[in-house]
Nanobody, 114 residues
């Protein structure tokens, strides 16, 4: 079993930046892909960004050019750098790591004020 712990959320003004972290309880080098999702109040959870084991990144259109996903294998951590935040980015952000099984973190709240 792998535990994922997200951190880095908080309250920020529109135009600001945050960096989310997702730290795993073991090495992440064996995971095929890593992802960030978000869920806003009253909405379904949506995929935000993905990173494959080969280093390929993909982003939802709504965050393309503003968010960046990366990883640090030595720290067992995946990051989501979020720049130029807008109020519509307000949500609980979750990380997911996929390998033989899927693992999810507990989420971290991001609130963007206008």
């Amino acid at each position: 079993q792998v535990q994922l712990v997200e951190s880095g959320g908080g309250l920020v003004q529109a135009g600001g930046s945050l960096r989310l972290s997702c730290t795993a309880s073991r090495s992440i080098s064996s995971f095929n892909s890593m992802h960030w999702y978000r869920q806003a109040p009253g909405k379904q959870r949506e995929w935000v960004a993905g990173l494959t084991s080969r280093g390929t990144t993909n982003y939802a259109d709504s965050v393309k050019g503003r968010f960046a996903i990366s990883r640090d294998n030595a720290k067992n951590t995946v990051y989501l750098q979020m720049n130029n935040l807008i109020p519509e980015d307000t949500a609980v952000y979750y990380c997911r790591m996929s390998g033989w099984s899927d693992y999810w973190g507990q989420g971290t709240q991001v609130t963007v004020s206008s």
